[in-house]
């Protein structure tokens, strides 16, 4: 899971939180998930995994975030918010980054946003409007490719 404000372990470097799920693991899976948690940094721009989060800027935390979510090869990635707290070129950019991994990883992405940009990079989007799904026909469609689900 990814949650809005990165919950990372301040005093730890961005490997060792990005593999955290590893200590939790069966032995055997432990140096997977931890090369996974490093080459997820790689490709999230993360080059010093050695370097404590304190000093990262808060893109910076949500990409050590998002290497920390996919490192153990979920099958089902849920994101809370992932862009709140991010400036509009870092959350643009962790969108992207974010899409891009889940596709790759095979992973399905749910994501609660209130990010326009972000969903719209979504193959799927559930508006809830009142605690309820709302009708796809009150939605302003401006992506005629893009399915919009409403689960009764």
């Known amino acids: 899971m990814i949650f809005q404000d990165f919950l990372l372990f301040e005093e730890l470097d961005a490997l060792t939180n ?19 948690a490093a080459e997820h940094l790689q490709r999230l721009g ?13 893109g910076e935390r949500q990409r050590v975030a998002v290497a920390r979510a996919l490192a ?15 400036h509009r070129s870092a959350a ?15 992973t399905s992405l749910i994501v609660v946003s209130h990010d326009e940009r972000l969903l719209a990079c979504m ?7 009142d ?11 401006t992506d005629a490719d893009k399915r919009t689900i409403n689960h009764a």
């Open 123 to 129: 193959d799927e989007v559930l508006t809830i409007a």
């Open 72 to 86: 153990a090869n979920p099958d089902i990635l849920l994101a809370d918010e992932p862009t709140a707290s991010l």
């Open 92 to 106: 643009d950019a962790l969108s992207q980054d974010l899409v891009a991994l889940a596709r790759d990883a095979g």
């Open 18 to 36: 990005a593999g955290l799920s590893a200590l939790f693991r069966p032995r055997s899976e432990r140096a997977g998930i931890r090369a996974r």
């Open 46 to 58: 993360i080059q010093d995994g050695t370097r404590k989060v304190a000093s990262f800027s808060g």
């Open 131 to 141: 605690g309820r799904p709302a009708d796809p026909a009150d939605a302003d469609d």
